[in-house]
């Protein structure tokens, strides 16, 4: 079964930088969107970022201007560049490749900020 791993979180400072890292366990063809999302303590999860095969992305509003997504579904692997963080962006993020109606979910990776 594929698994979908993360990488990248940890704690860092309001106006620091990390990069998150998602990586398919075994290559998964015909990747048609791919994309990060978060849950916050006592939210409910939201999407963050989404990038399709054509490049299209779309970002949350709240993250707009300092978050990136980045993609190669050659890797079967997509990256999230987030840039001037804020304690609000706190939260378990999880990517989500989807495929031929089917959705891979990685198991989270935690992102703290402190101020």
């Known amino acids: 079964q594929v698994r979908l791993v993360e990488s990248g979180g940890g704690l860092v400072q309001t106006g620091g930088s990390l990069r998150l890292s998602c990586t398919a366990s075994?290559?998964?063809?015909?990747?048609?969107?791919m994309g990060w999302y978060r849950r916050a303590p006592g939210k409910q999860r939201e999407a963050v970022a989404v990038?399709?095969?054509?490049?299209?992305?779309n970002y949350a509003e709240s993250v707009k201007g300092r978050f990136t997504i980045s993609g190669d579904n050659a890797k079967s692997t997509v990256y999230l560049q987030m840039n001037s963080l804020k304690p609000e962006d706190t939260a378990v993020y999880y990517c989500n490749f989807g495929s031929g109606g089917y959705n891979y979910w990685g198991q989270g990776t935690q992102v703290t900020v402190s101020s």
């Open positions: 990038i399709i095969t054509d490049g299209d992305t």
């Open positions: 075994a290559s998964i063809s015909s990747i048609e969107v």
